[in-house]
């Protein structure tokens, strides 16, 4: 039997997933790296304190017109579903994961996060954190520092 590597968990055998996090961070020091991601007119998201991705401002704006055909009742399970890729990610080995997936996966989690948090329009997207339990529809937003 060959081993199937990557393959998903079924929804109903999935462990309980950790809280995940998305931010993007504030970028109050000149010499930090995200002010200098905000410099070139893009994105900086942290995903779980330790992946750093660069989202240029047009793929952000597309991400979000996408993310607004997302009807209001399947939020919470496309929510549900890019925080378990990101929680299996995180817990295997993060060095042999496929980095352009995690990074898609966190701007789904955050961008619909956001929506339910009520932000309407992709210029609205500033400084915050969204933390994803499971037990929403969308993460937990907070604004910045």
């Given at each position: 039997?060959?081993?199937?590597?990557?393959?998903?968990?079924?929804?109903?055998?999935?462990?309980?997933?950790?809280?995940?996090?998305?931010?993007?961070?504030s970028?109050q020091?000149?010499?930090?790296?995200?002010?200098?991601?905000?410099?070139?007119?893009?994105?900086?998201?942290?995903?779980?304190?330790?992946?750093?991705?660069?989202?240029?401002?047009?793929?952000?704006?597309?991400?979000?017109?996408?993310?607004?055909t997302?009807?209001?009742?399947?939020?919470?399970?496309?929510?549900?579903?890019?925080?378990?890729?990101?929680?299996?990610?995180?817990?295997?080995?993060?060095?042999?994961?496929?980095l352009s997936?995690?990074?898609?996966n966190?701007?789904?989690?955050?961008?619909?996060?956001l929506?339910?948090?009520?932000?309407?329009?992709?210029?609205?997207?500033?400084?915050?954190?969204?933390?994803?339990?499971g037990?929403?529809?969308?993460?937990?937003?907070?604004a910045?520092?």
């Amino acid at each position: 039997m060959k081993a199937m590597q990557n393959a998903p968990l079924p929804v109903e055998t999935a462990s309980p997933q950790q809280a995940v996090t998305v931010a993007y961070p504030s970028a109050q020091c000149e010499n930090s790296p995200y002010s200098s991601i905000v410099g070139r007119g893009n994105v900086p998201l942290l995903i779980e304190d330790c992946l750093l991705a660069e989202v240029p401002r047009d793929q952000l704006q597309r991400e979000w017109a996408a993310c607004k055909t997302i009807s209001d009742g399947d939020v919470a399970d496309y929510c549900r579903r890019a925080a378990g890729h990101l929680s299996r990610a995180f817990e295997s080995e993060i060095a042999s994961a496929d980095l352009s997936d995690i990074v898609a996966n966190a701007a789904v989690l955050f961008l619909l996060s956001l929506r339910e948090s009520g932000v309407v329009s992709s210029d609205e997207i500033g400084p915050c954190e969204v933390c994803y339990d499971g037990t929403e529809a969308g993460g937990r937003v907070s604004a910045a520092s």
